[in-house]
């Protein structure tokens, strides 16, 4: 299998097969309209993104046990509506034995009350329960700094992309197909009700470089086949850049494969078998980035970039020197097959 694969990929890289990716970018623009129309509508209608206490604010108890067999939410949801009927506790596994509890902000008496409550509930001494108070302007304070790393990232990436590359339109290609990356991610993140915590805003902005290192590698492919000597007579604008898309696509699916095995592996460890939810946030931030990204630097980063040089004067010219030549050769074939 490995070496049909192979195969499969000197023949994309030599133009023997070549998948047209150019040519019917229609449909990817249509498929990724529909995916970001979901992510922004998704969330709506369940009501918002649910962020984590970190943001919100609010009380926070965790119940240490010593047998894996008590970890029980149901033993917390009970105990906390028998103080706090109208509350809406998040409740989760922590760890192998741990369970923790979250709250909306409470009064002194109340996290008194709970923390009994809990103790009795799981039949553990009270200082097995520790209690801490998150207050919202830390969350906003990390929320503010994500922003502006954010926008400070972006405009140093297009800077710095529009220089190597010596065209912005590779620039704001890359970036179309970055903001197509985060859309979707923070739209799963709301469509499945999963928390956004400091842990997956890490996550999000590190999904930032990995996408942008797919695209340049692409991008790269598409410029050495695109420069002045290299644009020759037999292909025209689109189809160099389709060759050169072609020609990265296994290199592209090895890199996202290779990247997606470990970052599984630490969500299923983080989520499923240690109950970390700074690992679980990360990795699933970054193993959903990772897909959509691979997905955009060929289905929308490439294709738009073909989009927007299509209608310069340099390439217009050089796809019609392409067509009549061709147009040449069909009629001289024609004709000595009359003869």
Do not use: C
Request: glycine share 8%.
């Amino acid at each position: 299998m490995a070496r049909s694969f192979s195969e499969f990929g000197n023949a994309l890289y030599t133009g023997e097969k070549s998948i047209n990716f150019i040519g019917k970018r229609k449909i990817w623009y249509v498929i990724s309209i529909v995916l970001i129309a979901l992510a922004v509508l998704g969330p709506i209608a369940r009501g918002g993104f649910a962020f984590g206490i970190e943001f919100t604010g609010g009380s926070q108890f965790q119940v240490h046990l010593t047998d894996s067999a008590k970890q029980d939410p149901a033993v917390a949801e009970k105990a906390v509506a028998e103080v706090l009927p109208n509350a809406a506790p998040k409740i989760t596994k922590l760890g192998p034995t741990d369970i923790r509890v979250q709250t909306e902000a409470l009064a002194e008496s109340e996290n008194v009350a709970v923390t009994d409550a809990l103790a009795s509930a799981y039949n553990v001494e009270s200082e097995k329960v520790t209690y801490s108070y998150v207050g919202p302007a830390w969350g906003q304070d990390i929320t503010k700094q994500a922003i502006i790393a954010l926008v400070v990232f972006i405009l140093l990436a297009a800077l710095v992309m529009a220089i190597y590359f010596r065209t912005w339109k590779m620039s704001l290609a890359a970036l179309v197909a970055l903001l197509h990356d985060l859309v979707i991610t923070a739209g799963v993140y709301g469509i499945s009700g999963f928390e956004i915590t400091p842990a997956a805003m890490i996550g999000f902005l590190t999904i930032l470089g990995y996408s942008l290192y797919d695209t340049v590698v692409v991008f790269d492919k598409i410029r050495e086949n695109t420069a002045t000597g290299e644009l020759n007579e037999s292909r025209t604008f689109g189809e160099s850049v389709n060759l050169a898309v072609n020609q990265t696509l296994v290199r592209s699916i090895n890199t996202s494969v290779v990247a997606l095995l470990p970052v599984g592996s630490i969500l299923f460890i983080g989520a499923f078998v240690l109950g970390a939810g700074t690992l679980r946030d990360i990795s699933l931030a970054l193993f959903i980035g990772i897909l959509v990204g691979a997905y955009s630097t060929i289905f929308i980063a490439a294709p738009v970039y073909a989009q927007l040089r299509e209608k310069d004067k340099a390439i217009i010219e050089h796809d019609k020197k392409v067509h009549r030549l061709r147009e040449r050769e069909a009629n001289t074939v024609a004709a000595e097959a009359s003869e």
